[in-house]
């Protein structure tokens, strides 16, 4: 077997020479070009949210059903309170991620997807398995037969998520007849909602870039400098799973933006959608296409959009990948294991990298970022492994990758 021999060089150096670089971005990019694009920043500027709260407070049913629901009553509940008039301003997702967020103790937005997850499939054993979501359908259709396998202390959000989907589309849902039938548009109609709330995230979005043009494509410019030397030549496309795009930037007294628009225009992938299609969606490894949520996975809603999609981005060879501002979450694995494969990272014989990029924007929590950036870069290679190697009993890729230099971690 060939044995290839290392020798020393510069980090910056050895990264900045790398050819045939494919981009990966997360939402960590846009904030390290300025964009206020958390979703704690989003909830924050959006009106609808003292809308929700000022509803919720001053609706005088959902007490009266929340005691229903806590004494495991099974006579009819569904009184004229359901009717009660609900505000246009907002979907069910809203509200969602409203009562999510007051659980949270210091009231920061969490991972977006991992709610919409843990929403729509239960971690429950599998004799209490119902759904956050499986419960507002029952609870609307008046199946009272799961309370008992319900903790309503810590799932409040059920009684306004329920009053909502009550009011706005019980008689869409009493035309249908047959259960699985009216299951299935139950989940329709969730999925619109969806698509609502996506729509107003991504005029968001159109808005921070308006408001931030300068500063954007200042902080872009500059950081594809400190990835490569040649960025026009070495960084061959960009993979991003966020919603902006340089399309979207002014090129007004702007310096070199153009070069970067005009070079990246037919290589610049937006991997969920972009601002006018934006998709929040969850991994589909553990859903079959005949569950009801499935149409809520990434791979089903990539799929729907490409049927109106006019074109298709061609596949582009690439020797090397810089990932920066991605948290390497589950839900994303199904994007990256391709790749993997693409790279043959398994082959020790290959000479091919990943470069893990981070930026430190706390010093006093330094240490932390980069242990957080490790714990996410093991706990992929090492999933990565177990899929290609189901029965290998001791795990060494991630020996093999480190040892051979072809794992690469580099502060931004």
């Not at 569904?78 to 009660?84: A, E, I, K, Q």
């Not at 959009?305 to 839900?331: A, E």
Request: proline content about 2%; overall charge positive; some cysteine.
């Amino acid at each position: 077997m060939e044995q290839r021999g290392l020798m020393k060089i510069n980090k910056n150096i050895f990264v900045k020479s790398l050819e045939q670089i494919k981009l990966i971005i997360g939402n960590g990019f846009d904030l390290h070009c300025s964009l206020s694009t958390t979703y704690n920043d989003y909830f924050r500027d959006n009106e609808c949210m003292e809308t929700i709260k000022s509803w919720q407070l001053n609706n005088p049913y959902s007490n009266i059903l929340f005691s229903y629901l806590k004494a495991n009553k099974k006579e009819n509940i569904m009184y004229n309170g359901f009717d009660m008039e609900v505000p246009n301003k907002f979907t069910v997702w809203d509200i969602f991620f409203f009562n999510k967020s007051l659980n949270k103790k210091e009231k920061q937005w969490c991972d977006i997807e991992k709610e919409i997850k843990g929403s729509l499939i239960s971690n429950a054993p599998k004799e209490k398995a119902i759904s956050f979501w499986e419960t507002i359908f029952n609870i609307i259709n008046e199946n009272m037969e799961y309370q008992n396998k319900l903790e309503f202390d810590s799932e409040k959000s059920v009684i306004y998520c329920a009053l909502y989907m009550r009011r706005k589309f019980s008689r869409s849902l009493n035309q249908v007849k047959i259960k699985e039938e009216k299951r299935a548009q139950f989940y329709e109609i969730l999925l619109e909602e969806l698509k609502l709330f996506e729509k107003c995230f991504g005029e968001y979005i159109i808005k921070q870039i308006e408001k931030n043009n300068d500063q954007y494509a200042k902080e872009f410019h500059k950081f594809m400098y400190k990835i490569s030397n040649k960025p026009l030549e070495n960084i061959i496309s960009i993979d991003s799973f966020n919603f902006s795009n340089l399309n979207l930037v002014k090129e007004d007294n702007l310096v070199n933006i153009k070069a970067f628009k005009n070079f990246y225009s037919g290589m610049f992938c937006n991997i969920n959608g972009d601002v006018h299609n934006p998709i929040f969606g969850i991994d589909s490894s553990e859903l079959t296409p005949g569950d009801s949520a499935y149409i809520f996975t990434k791979t089903s809603r990539r799929l729907m959009q490409d049927i109106t999609n006019n074109y298709i981005y061609k596949p582009i060879d690439y020797r090397n990948i810089v990932i920066y501002g991605h948290s390497l979450n589950r839900q994303d694995y199904s994007f990256f294991f391709p790749i993997f494969d693409y790279l043959k990272i398994d082959d020790v014989l290959q000479n091919t990298h990943i470069v893990f990029a981070y930026s430190v924007y706390d010093v006093k929590k330094a240490l932390v970022i980069q242990k957080n950036q490790m714990k996410s870069i093991s706990s992929i290679i090492y999933a990565y492994e177990k899929y290609i190697h189901p029965d290998r009993k001791e795990m060494r890729l991630l020996d093999s990758l480190s040892e051979k230099r072809r794992i690469v971690l580099y502060r931004i």
